[in-house]
């Protein structure tokens, strides 16, 4: 499988660099809208 | 998570770092068997969705073409998070450290890693670190003019600073 069969452990400056912004960006949101979004994830689950 | 497992993990993740640091590589017998155990882990405590999704982006990363990975991608992490709402972030995770290795942007030894800390500990905080920590490495790696950086040092050194953050967080 090709997943397993990778292992490389290298990656570009920029990369890193975009992850981090990100990450800190969907953390904000998360915040921000964490409970909403769980309850429509919710609601959604319901209604299957 | 079990204070034992917790150093067990860093540990492992220290000798994936020297491995990385040293070959810019890591056996795949150092990584696979944790991800296997990880994903034992997580079914014996009863979070079935994390493992099943893990499997079936392994299973789809040999799909062809590429569209088809991520429509099929797309839709088992949707299922995944509707189903088990819970473990919606955790979900979230799982499929972006895939997508992150599927478009070439991440070695599949760092996103292994990855997967086993999500399967171990599905909790967001110890990813803030990692990418805090990341995001420091690539602007020091800028600065001193480099293309490119062992992110598995950020995924190390991310992890350790969150369990000097949870002791302290214990003791106060």
């Known amino acids: 499988m090709r997943f ?42 319901g209604r299957i | 998570m079990d204070w034992l497992l917790w150093v067990l993990l860093l540990v492992w993740l220290f000798v994936c770092m020297l491995y990385d640091l ?17 994903g034992m882990y997580a079914l014996s405590r009863g979070w079935w969705v994390p493992p099943l999704l893990t499997a079936a982006l392994i299973h789809i990363s040999d799909f062809e073409p590429r569209e088809k990975r991520y429509a099929f991608a797309g839709v088992v992490s949707a299922f995944a998070a509707i ?44 990813f803030l670190w990692i990418a805090l920590v990341g995001g420091l490495q690539g602007l020091i790696a800028i600065a001193m003019r480099k293309k490119e950086v062992p992110y598995i040092v950020a995924i190390f050194a991310g992890a350790f600073l969150f369990s000097i953050q949870s002791v302290f967080y214990r003791i106060s």
């Open chain 2, 22 to 38: 040293r070959f810019r590589r890591v056996p795949g017998r150092v990584t696979l068997i944790p991800l296997f155990l990880a």
């Open chain 1, 4 to 45: 397993l069969r990778d292992h490389k452990g290298i990656e570009s400056t920029e990369v890193a660099l975009i992850i981090a912004v990100v990450v800190l960006v969907s953390y904000g949101a998360y915040r921000l809208l964490g409970s909403n979004i769980a309850a429509v994830v919710q609601d959604i689950a």
């Open chain 2, 83 to 126: 189903f088990e709402p819970a473990t919606a972030l955790t979900v979230a995770i799982l499929v972006l450290v895939w997508l992150l290795w599927e478009i070439g942007a991440m070695g599949g030894a760092d996103a292994k890693l990855l997967m086993v800390i999500a399967l171990l500990y599905p909790q967001p905080w110890i």
